[in-house]
């Protein structure tokens, strides 16, 4: 799940209302992204045989999850300014560049260390061609153009976790797990051939690079990683072990650094107005919550349909299809509430509706078996989920000005990829606890007891969301798209 930082700055002035333009510059912009949605979701059900082929262990393989959230997410806010002050088409190329590169070298990949390094380098890539490309579209149509652009980008969001498991499944089952990169390339090849020759060009002041805080992207993202890395070596060396501890040290450093660096800088990734919107920040911290719990359930329930059950990549794709449909159901569910109450109720009550269905999750542990065992918490867990992203989304951008709104929705977006990197990280060192995920035993053990943990965050998260969120009543009509994957 995507988004970029503001796009006022250097906005041109887009076409009239009467003036139609070719849609070419959609559709790059949207074949871009739909590498970036699926990309995320579509390793999902590749896990095990990855780890497998590449002698990786259960507590291991989130890196392949988190290294891409990481760098996409931390560097988002970053990659949105630049979009900014630079000119779009170049950045936009340069990501889609990079990321056609990365996933040539995942597919390449010889043994773990190079494949979470590329994944890296695809996150990297995202980070930069999602703003640009959201930015294209925002300055290069207007009136219903611009609308109906708008609405397919959201619609390409709300696809990630049905076509990216589906395709992640077949891709691994048929071709091998080096097919579900591998089909980036051509793709990324025929945007970068096609963009370089229609994308319109754009001047920029040179002066305005002096504005981007390139050491608080960097030191974000590193401070992230440090912190992901101690919560791995929890489980891997102790918590006293001196790795663990120096790894938190680091962590700690890097973000005090990180929070230094943009009190002092002169164009701060985050305003300094944005921390005292209260909707904001509130919105930005139960989206991180709720993706947490999602996403690091998703990666559980994957590993367990084909460690415990003996599913295939395939097989499990196609049971991870009914969660993508209740949470686009939990989505229009809240559109309903919100008319008739708040958001801060709709977002909490979702969340206590999202620890329910984890709740479920893990008593199915005991019980293996796909319509008993996994369905019915799978179902819950979705239906919760999609009631809290709509409420969060309306509550976050409500009252904030237009010229601020990018950096309202990158604030949130940037909560939403770094809560998934987080909660992958915190659910697989709680399951792999248990025992070896690679086993049936401890991927039983271990799924039970990070469903568990799944539970307790939603519930936490459910309580920040009720003292935190405005009281206001929302307006379902102001439901705007967000990705979720």
């Not at 509130?282 to 994957?302: H, K, P, R």
Request: hydrophobic share 55%; proline share 4%.
């Amino acid at each position: 799940m995507t988004s970029t930082g503001s796009h006022a700055t250097t906005a041109q002035p887009p076409e009239t209302e009467t003036a139609r333009r070719p849609w070419t510059v959609l559709a790059l912009a949207l074949a871009a992204q739909v590498l970036v949605v699926l990309d995320i979701s579509v390793v999902n059900t590749a896990l095990p045989t990855i780890g497998r082929a590449l002698d990786l262990p259960g507590s291991g393989l989130q890196w392949l999850i988190t290294a891409y959230l990481l760098t996409s997410g931390g560097g988002l806010l970053l990659g949105g300014r630049i979009a900014d002050v630079f000119a779009r088409k170049q950045v936009f190329l340069t990501g889609v560049a990079i990321f056609t590169t990365a996933s040539m070298t995942s597919g390449l990949a010889a043994n773990a260390g190079t494949l979470i390094g590329s994944r890296a380098g695809q996150g990297l890539g995202a980070a930069l061609m999602t703003p640009a490309a959201l930015s294209l579209i925002m300055t290069g149509y207007a009136g219903a153009q611009r609308a109906r652009g708008l609405a397919l980008w959201g619609a390409v969001g709300s696809m990630g976790i049905a076509a990216g498991v589906l395709l992640g499944g077949a891709l691994t089952t048929w071709f091998g797990w080096r097919a579900i990169f591998w089909i980036n390339v051509p793709v990324g090849i025929a945007v970068l051939v096609i963009g370089t020759i229609v994308l319109p060009a754009t001047r920029v002041e040179r002066t305005a690079a002096a504005q981007l805080d390139v050491p608080g992207g960097v030191t974000v993202v590193a401070g992230l990683g440090a912190l992901v890395y101690g919560i791995e070596s929890i489980t891997s060396h102790g918590v006293t072990s001196p790795i663990t501890v120096g790894a938190f040290a680091v962590a700690v450093a890097l973000l005090t650094a990180f929070s230094r660096i943009e009190r002092r800088s002169i164009s701060p990734l985050v305003p300094p107005h944005a921390w005292r919107i209260r909707s904001l920040v509130a919105g930005t911290a139960t989206i991180a919550g709720v993706t947490a719990v999602l996403v690091g359930a998703i990666f559980l329930i994957s590993i367990f349909c084909q460690t415990v059950l003996g599913y295939s990549a395939l097989r499990t794709g196609v049971a991870l299809v009914p969660l993508a449909l209740a949470l686009t159901g939990g989505t229009h569910v809240a559109r309903h509430l919100l008319a008739k109450t708040s958001a801060r109720h709709v977002a909490s009550g979702g969340l206590v509706v999202a620890a329910i269905g984890a709740v479920l999750l893990a008593q199915g542990t005991t019980h293996p078996g796909y319509l008993a065992g996994v369905l019915p918490g799978l179902v819950v867990l979705g239906i919760g989920s999609g009631l809290v992203f709509v409420a969060v989304f309306i509550s976050a951008s409500a009252g904030i000005p237009a010229q601020h709104a990018g950096t309202a929705s990158g604030l949130v977006m940037t909560g939403h990829e770094i809560g998934a990197a987080l909660g992958v990280a915190i659910l697989a060192a709680v399951a792999a606890g248990a025992g070896p995920l690679s086993t049936v035993a401890g991927a039983t053990a271990g799924a039970g007891r990070g469903f568990a943990a799944a539970a307790a965050l939603a519930v936490v998260v459910a309580a920040i969301a009720a003292m935190t969120m405005p009281k206001s009543a929302g307006a379902g009509a102001a439901a705007g798209h967000m990705h979720m994957h």
